[in-house]
């Protein structure tokens, strides 16, 4: 074996749901070879290198399946407003302003350490320049599922929606083989692109068999938006033009009806749930026990840094469970277990990957995460589902294993180095902010 992770609570997330305390997991190259106890493991492999995760648990990690990863650029520059207000007076601006390869570059490995940090070993990503994206994802280690956004209206890397698919196919070509990305055409949502370029980016990843990502759903205006010009929801919109398939992911889901998860359900669309966004948004609560109910694959995601802050799916997990507790008035709405599966399998089976990551089995890619349970909050310990959901925090993350590598050992990044990321991300900073005044000082200064 290249690898050995022994001595921890080895929270598989298999079809059984089993626990091994202790356990060990036994890694060779990419993939996970065997789960056991460490005596057993220990008799049967050696192993070039061996982590050892005594009072931790070992877990698949976190499959985050929707962000705008550069965005953390933006965190912080705009709070409490509702979404359209918040993208048309400070986030649009801003980007018009300063998105660049280079800010996409800054912003990705800024996310990237983020991600790393907090135990996030996949993320679904929607932006401009993915292709920068990729290879900062690359070079990271991460493994990641990228979209490169298509939408009506000229944005730094494309100034028509021909434009953006010609570079969607462009990207997709470079990186269709790759081992941890996998390239992906994002059509932003409907409302923001007319029928044909919707159908067309449909086309687009059909044609390489590559994920089709979108917005569906996230407020009221969008479906005010569809009812007045076609008389139908966003999502029957979408499917009388043949837009959906089983390789879709369509992200909030806010304000789809019983009669749109038949129609999702029926076209095999995974979903992903963004419950701080949509709180801090006030864009409202997305049906999420209704898909599950229905037999539709729920993950979960943290959306863009710039409105939720942060990239700590561990918070995503605690809220979701909260969140539909308070709203159903039912306790047991969402619990710790489900809330723990939609933030691995239940992502990975959004994302179409269940085959190959989101839990630990032998076989699947060996992603995974050693989570410390040694501070005074994790103590005493005595269910670690319960604790994953509702006490682990994203800086309890002791070790990161992307692909079989070690990315992050005993809260060092390996694969990044921290310093001169936090250092190009703070000069960055600086643009966006003078950026945003000057759109700032315009505005006031025009006439009304």
Same mark, same amino acid.
Do not use: C
């Given at each position: ?15 059984? #749901? ?12 990419? =993939? /996970? ?6 005596? /057993? ?16 648990? !070992? ?20 709070? *409490?407003?509702?979404?359209? *207000?918040?993208?048309? =007076? ?8 300063? !998105? ?32 920068? /994206? ?37 990207? /997709?070509? +470079?990186?269709?083989?790759? @081992? ?21 980016? =449909? ?29 139908? %929801? ?21 304000? !789809? %009806? ?33 898909? =599950? ?45 489900? @809330?723990? +599966? ?12 269940? *085959? ?13 995460? !050693? ?15 319960? #604790? ?7 800086? *309890?993350?002791?070790? %990161? ?48």
């Amino acid at each position: 074996m290249t690898l050995i992770v022994t001595g921890g609570t080895v929270v598989t997330m298999d079809p059984q #749901h089993r626990i091994l305390s202790p356990g060990a997991v036994a890694i060779d190259g990419t =993939r /996970i070879v065997a789960m056991d106890t460490p005596e /057993i493991i220990a008799r049967r492999f050696r192993a070039a290198d061996v982590v050892q995760a005594g009072g931790a648990v !070992v877990m698949p990690g976190l499959v985050n399946t929707h962000t705008h990863a550069p965005m953390v650029m933006y965190r912080g520059l705009a709070d *409490d407003m509702a979404l359209m *207000d918040w993208l048309q =007076r400070y986030i649009f601006p801003a980007e018009a302003k300063t !998105v660049s390869p280079e800010m996409v570059r800054i912003g990705t490995r800024l996310a990237a350490l983020e991600m790393i940090q907090s135990g996030t070993t996949i993320f679904t990503d929607m932006y401009y320049f993915e292709e920068v /994206i990729a290879r900062a994802t690359r070079a990271a280690g991460l493994r990641a599922v990228l979209g490169e956004t298509v939408i009506g209206f000229p944005v730094a890397d494309a100034k028509t929606p021909a434009d953006a698919l010609a570079r969607a196919e462009r990207f /997709i070509q +470079e990186f269709k083989n790759d @081992a941890l990305i996998t390239p992906a055409v994002a059509p932003h949502a409907f409302y923001t692109n007319d029928a044909a370029t919707l159908q067309a980016a =449909r086309d687009l990843a059909r044609k390489y068999g590559v994920p089709l990502l979108t917005h569906l759903a996230e407020t009221l205006d969008e479906v005010k938006t569809a009812r007045d010009k076609f008389q139908m %929801t966003p999502a029957a919109y979408l499917d009388s033009l043949g837009f959906w398939g089983p390789n879709t992911l369509a992200a909030h889901f806010v304000h !789809v %009806t019983d009669d749109d998860l038949v129609i999702l359900k029926r076209n095999g669309v995974g979903l992903s749930h963004n419950p701080e966004s949509n709180m801090k948004l006030a864009s409202g609560t997305a049906p999420v026990t209704k898909a =599950r109910a229905a037999g539709i694959a729920v993950g979960l995601g943290t959306d863009g840094a710039a409105s939720n802050n942060d990239l700590d799916m561990f918070e995503a997990m605690r809220q979701a469970a909260f969140l539909h507790k308070l709203v159903e008035n039912d306790p047991t709405a969402i619990s710790a277990q489900t @809330a723990l +599966e939609m933030a691995t399998i239940g992502g990975a089976r959004a994302l179409g990957l269940a *085959d190959r990551i989101g839990s630990l089995e032998p076989g699947k890619l060996a992603d995974l995460i !050693v989570v410390s349970m040694q501070s005074a909050r994790q103590t005493p310990l005595y269910n670690p589902v319960s #604790h994953l959901v509702y006490v682990t925090h994203g800086d *309890d993350v002791r070790t %990161t294993i992307v692909n079989g590598r070690i990315l992050m050992r005993d809260r060092r990044v390996l694969s990044l180095d921290s310093r001169v990321v936090l250092a190009e991300a703070r000069a960055l900073a600086k643009k966006v902010q003078a950026a945003v005044n000057a759109a700032a000082a315009s505005q006031s200064s025009t006439p009304k």
